[in-house]
């Protein structure tokens, strides 16, 4: 599957953005998706994660209450809805994806090498 990030750009700290992560492949909807986002000089991070369907999904503590992420398997899209967005969250955010239905434990999704397949990544810079 290849994936396409997009929606990133320059926003003030309590504004919002909505990152989309666009899907080839007819078998979309049987992975489960995931965002990650590496700040410069720091190492890449998990922030959320989707099953499915939909309906189980895993948030980084940082991005709780905050990030929103969903998913239109008809459009084999993934949304990251970003409010209340603060300086720390600056960062390139990557989609990934990961071949299973299952969404798992937060240990297990939240890991890097769980996923196999990457986007090229989208810029969000947030401003004080």
């Known amino acids: 599957v290849q994936l396409q990030a997009s929606g990133g750009g320059l926003v003030q700290a309590g504004g919002s953005l909505r990152l989309s992560c666009a899907a080839s492949g007819r078998t979309f909807g049987s992975y489960v998706m995931g965002w990650f986002r590496q700040a410069p000089g720091k190492e890449r991070e998990f922030v959320v994660a989707?099953?499915?369907?939909?309906?189980?999904?895993h948030y980084a503590d940082s991005v709780k209450g905050r990030f929103t992420i969903s998913r239109d398997n008809a459009k084999n899209t993934v949304y990251l809805q970003m409010n209340s967005l603060e300086p720390e969250d600056t960062a390139v955010y990557h989609c990934?994806?990961?071949?299973?239905?299952?969404?798992?434990?937060?240990?297990?999704?939240?890991?890097?090498?769980?996923?196999?397949?990457w986007g090229q990544g989208t810029l969000v810079t947030v401003s004080s």
């Open positions: 990934a994806a990961r071949s299973t239905w299952s969404i798992g434990s937060y240990s297990s999704t939240s890991r890097i090498d769980e996923y196999a397949y």
């Open positions: 989707i099953n499915w369907s939909g309906g189980s999904t």
